[in-house]
């Protein structure tokens, strides 16, 4: 199956779990009519600099960042950390984290989401 970039499509979310600014989601694959029911997520997620998504913790999925451009502070639960690009970050079931968008160029990353059976 095959999709051009045309075909995503673009949803800004304010706030986004308590983060600051605006987190634009570009779904490339939409959960319920093109992904398996145990994929919730596959985006591109861009944020602003000092933009964020704010803490949260994972229940029954786990959730993947592969940075594309920019550069993030993640809160990897407690651990603070750096990412550049082609860094990459995989968050469990029962483990939380946050990403920030630092330096004075958008924050570009891929999320995946994948529910536990």
């Known amino acids: 199956m095959f999709k051009s ?4 499509s673009l949803e800004v979310r304010s706030s986004v779990r ?5 987190a ?8 319920d009519t093109e992904l398996n029911s145990n994929m919730r997520l596959y985006a ?3 944020l602003k600099p000092g933009d964020s998504i704010g803490y949260h ?3 029954g999925e786990d959730e993947l960042y592969y940075i594309l451009a920019g550069r993030a502070e993640t809160d990897d639960n407690g651990v603070m950390r750096e990412l550049l690009p082609g860094d ?15 330096g004075p ?3 570009e ?9």
Do not use: M, Q, Y
């Open 88 to 102: 990459s970050t995989l968050t469990r079931s029962g483990e939380g984290h946050s990403i920030k968008s630092l």
């Open 24 to 31: 634009n989601f570009l779904h490339i694959w939409k959960k």
């Open 44 to 46: 591109k997620i861009v």
């Open 57 to 59: 913790v994972h229940e």
């Open 18 to 22: 308590g983060g600051t600014g605006d």
């Open 109 to 117: 990353l891929l999320a995946t989401i994948v529910r536990h059976s």
């Open 5 to 8: 970039r045309n075909d995503a």
């Open 105 to 107: 160029e958008n924050l």
